[in-house]
């Protein structure tokens, strides 16, 4: 039974020249679970806005939305707000009240139940999402995760007939982010709910859904099962865009030259693919990075900290370090001390033991520059440039040097066309780059980046590898804390695990991921047992050879 | 103070505006007496072990000043013990002063009880019936304020590690703070921005809306409540009937010790010794249990 109907539905918003929908048509069928994706930019928000009537922005639109094959202009106010669900990126700002439990409660309010009905519905809602343990806490006191879960709980609440989300776990860590996809697979499973997500980590939403939309500047390219759309897109050539946020198993498959008949989306299927091919001898060791300059830039040693006195540790006896040139990445879970490390690096927060050195340069000590995990925080002013130039103003420069210090640090990051934008009204990717660009004018030796990938989407992140490896070859050392095993395998130098406070492991990337068995990228997930060193997808294909040619080695 | 803490919200209520209201008026001696025992022995079971000394620290001060400036400006009374200069400095005023900082100090520790025992969303809860809209925006400013002083510290740290915090003069590190300050300003109304798409979304504006909260008024409630109502009624008997009644100026008068004044002293000394009664019982109980065990 067909629950949504989308009927040539054309969107323009004011004062914008180009039309952000263009005559999208698709329905909904009860009870499937269907993954909208897409370059960043490409509708996908304004689409699903569309759709819940009490979001919908303000424009010019054609066509027409049905549910239940009642046009949604015609639904009663009540139906709409409790029949559609909406749960939104960012998991913070979508609580409401202080408690959790009246957080839960916060619909069934609005429609007016009765306090006996409300009740029941919110304990069952509760139980079968197993956070019952969080009931009575404050809202505040939740990680990102559980936020995530209670937002999605307290729609589940007014017992929508299909769930709308936009990218839910785009400001999780990947644990609570694949904790989420599989709540969501579970109420499409058990409980038939019809669901249609919008989302850039395809790695794991793609084995989930029956069905993929593909969005290309306002239109629906593409409209068909997982495997087909996944098929396609790696045979188009030039490359599609899209390609890189594939799921690794697919995207090794494009780079064996997409032979086989079914495109592989998953671990599983990625492995199965790999049964046919043989695999070269592991590749001659790269020459350590760490070991190739001799004094450190940055060191820590045996250094403690927490932080009140009857505080538990957070750090406990931390040795690092850090060298000019290098790109390290330091990850590990939720709540493990990675912050804190960069907050000592950066000055702000003090070890009770131990020492945090830095080297001597010719004016003074090696300089460090942090970028916090939500950049929104460095900004101050109107617009990009007023920003930039007040940064200047404060360190310090010559008033007529400013202009060109800041369109040459434009230039860098390619960012000139945001320069006279509002920082609030960039999206999340080019927030990040005006963050950097200004943390950058202070020319740091020592650049600390708090979870740089966090909302970004496949391009996004192949723009900032990009950018910092040019920053690497300038001389800048970079620590990166991330939870990003992919994006660390493919842009580090040196990967270091922090657990318990310390530092466990810290060795290039592919024998770092390549020792782990679980904590490791999804290409060397697929690769294990065929080609143990290979974490990056292009390695894993670049070591496959076709099976029965008698010049495979091995 | 988990055994009172657990009753109804209004039942806490009522108990705490009775206890408060009656320390308040009270002029006798002994009742005043009976409230500080009362407020220290709640205090003593309800508070945080830590709390207590700095609450001590700061307040024993302040009630020293209250006892020693009411002779100082009061002149009323007849018993002078000294002259300052031309003033008299009498026994009554200085015992007026006294009492007057015991009754303060029992308020300050009944006003830390209920602080603990009664939280936010408990004192909403009882006007949420009222006025449902009202609450609801109550409760988004006790989320939001905690939410912007997080934010404060964040931008702050962020910008000092950047080295935009260092001005020398006090003038521009006024600025800075002040530039932070409207920073996290516009994130926070940015970001309201959303919360309210959110509660667009779950249909905040339907009409017809109704609070719902997790307190039950159970018999045990109603057997307290009543408890309450009639000691209250009890000790108000008394104030207005004046048997307990009781005068600092001119003179001393001697302590009511009338049948009716020993009934008024009773009611509230049970009054007072409500919480830390339920709650020694309760603990009584828990001993009983595992030593059953």
Redesign the interface.
């Known amino acids: 039974m067909e629950i949504l109907r989308i009927e040539n539905l054309s969107f323009t918003y004011p004062l914008a020249e180009r039309s952000a929908l263009e005559s999208v048509s698709f329905s909904v069928r009860q009870g499937e679970f269907v993954v909208l994706c897409g370059g960043t930019g490409c509708g996908k928000t304004t689409l699903l806005r569309l759709i819940?009537r009490?979001?919908a922005p303000h424009g010019t639109r054609t066509g027409n939305v049905f549910l239940h094959d009642a046009p949604m202009d015609t639904l009663d106010?009540?139906a709409s707000?409790?029949e559609i669900g909406?749960v939104?990126q960012?998991p913070?700002?979508?609580?409401?009240?202080?408690?959790v439990?009246?957080e839960l409660?916060?619909?069934?309010?609005?429609?007016?139940?009765?306090?006996q009905v409300?009740?029941r519905r919110?304990a069952e809602t509760a139980s079968w999402l197993g956070i019952e343990g969080w009931f009575?806490q404050d809202?505040?006191t939740l990680s990102g995760g559980q936020k995530q879960l209670l937002?999605l709980a307290?729609?589940l609440v007014?017992q929508p007939k299909i769930l709308l989300l936009d990218e839910p776990t785009a400001q999780l860590d990947p644990i609570a982010a694949t904790e989420f996809l599989n709540t969501l697979a579970r109420l499409n499973r058990e409980m038939g709910m019809t669901i249609l997500l919008v989302e850039h980590r395809l790695e794991e939403a793609f084995a989930l859904a029956d069905r993929v939309l593909l969005l290309e500047k306002g239109r629906l390219i593409m409209d068909a099962a997982p495997h087909a759309v996944a098929e396609a897109l790696c045979k188009t050539s030039p490359p599609h865009p899209m390609c890189e946020a594939l799921p690794s198993a697919a995207r090794i498959y494009r780079l064996l030259g997409a032979k086989k008949e079914r495109c592989p989306i998953s671990v599983r299927e990625g492995r199965e693919l790999l049964q046919d091919y043989s695999f070269s001898a592991p590749l001659p060791k790269a020459p350590d990075a760490a070991l190739k300059s001799g004094t450190a830039l940055a060191e820590l040693r045996e250094v403690w900290f927490r932080y009140a006195r009857d505080l538990p540790d957070v750090l406990r006896g931390l040795t690092l370090q850090l060298y000019a040139g290098e790109i390290c990445c330091v990850l590990g879970g939720n709540g493990v001390g990675k912050t804190t490390l960069l907050?000592l690096l950066?000055?702000?927060d003090k070890p009770y033991r131990g020492k945090v050195r830095l080297a001597k340069k010719e004016s003074g000590y090696a300089k460090?520059?942090?970028l916090?995990q939500?950049p929104?925080?460095?900004?101050?002013e109107d617009t990009v440039r007023a920003d930039l130039l007040s940064?200047l103003q404060?360190?310090g420069v010559p008033k007529n040097e400013r202009e060109a210090r800041v369109a040459a640090a434009a230039q860098e990051l390619h960012i000139e066309t945001l320069l006279d934008r509002h920082p609030?009204d960039l999206s999340g990717g080019e927030q990040q780059k005006c963050a950097l660009s200004?943390?950058l004018l202070?020319n740091p030796d020592l650049l600390l980046l708090d979870e740089p990938t966090k909302g970004m989407d496949a391009a996004c992140k192949q723009g900032l590898k990009v950018l910092l490896r040019t920053l690497r070859e300038k001389g800048l050392c970079i620590l990166i804390v991330t939870h990003d095993a992919e994006f660390a395998a493919e842009t580090a130098d040196r990967c270091a695990l922090l657990f318990d406070g310390e530092i466990l492991s810290a060795a290039p990337p592919h024998d770092f991921f390549s020792e782990n068995y679980f904590y490791t990228t999804a290409a060397n997930r697929i690769a294990r047992g065929f080609c143990e060193h290979a974490v990056t997808c292009e390695a894993v294909a670049a070591a496959a050879k076709p099976r029965g040619k008698a010049d495979a080695p091995c | 103070m988990r055994a009172f803490s657990a009753l109804h919200p209004s039942v806490l209520l009522v108990y705490f505006l009775s206890v408060l209201l009656l320390t308040m008026f009270a002029e006798n001696p002994v009742l005043r007496g009976i409230a500080l025992l009362g407020g220290v022995l709640c205090a003593v079971l309800s508070a945080p072990t830590g709390g207590k000394r700095k609450t001590l620290r700061t307040t024993l001060p302040f009630l020293l000043i209250v006892a020693l400036c009411n002779p100082l400006f009061v002149h009323e009374g007849v018993t002078v013990l000294f002259w300052l200069g031309d003033t008299p400095f009498t026994l009554e005023a200085l015992l007026y002063g006294v009492s007057l900082a015991l009754t303060l100090a029992a308020v300050i520790l009944w006003c830390g009880v209920y602080n603990r025992a009664v939280s936010s969303d408990k004192l909403l809860f009882l006007f949420g019936k009222a006025a449902p809209r009202l609450t609801m925006t109550l409760c988004m400013a006790l989320r939001f304020l905690p939410q912007l002083l997080r934010q404060l510290r964040a931008a702050d740290r962020a910008q000092t590690a950047l080295g935009m915090q260092t001005a020398a003069d006090r003038k521009g590190r006024i600025r800075g703070k002040l530039r932070v300050l409207s920073s996290v300003l516009s994130i926070s109304l940015e970001n309201a921005m959303e919360t309210a798409a959110s509660m667009q979304a779950r249909g905040h504006v339907l009409p017809g809306r109704t609070h719902f909260a997790l307190y039950r008024f159970t018999l045990r409630d109603g057997v307290l409540l009543t408890t309450i109502l009639l000691l209250t009624a009890a000790v108000l008997a008394g104030f207005i009937s004046g048997e307990a009644a009781y005068a600092f100026y001119p003179r001393l008068t001697a302590l009511p010790a009338t049948p009716a004044a020993v009934c008024t002293y009773v009611a509230f000394f049970a009054l007072s010794l409500l919480p830390a009664l339920l709650e020694v019982v309760e603990r009584g109980k828990w001993k009983f249990f595992v030593s059953k065990i």
């Not at chain 1, 409660?105 to 009765?114: H, T």
């Open positions: 819940k009490e979001l106010a009540r707000a409790a909406f939104m960012n913070e700002n979508q609580i409401v009240t202080d408690k439990w009246h409660a916060f619909g069934a309010e609005s429609l007016g139940l009765p306090t409300i009740r919110v009575r809202t505040d937002n307290s729609v007014m907050n950066a000055g702000t460090t520059a942090l916090p939500d929104l925080l460095l900004f101050t940064l404060i360190v609030f200004k943390v202070t």
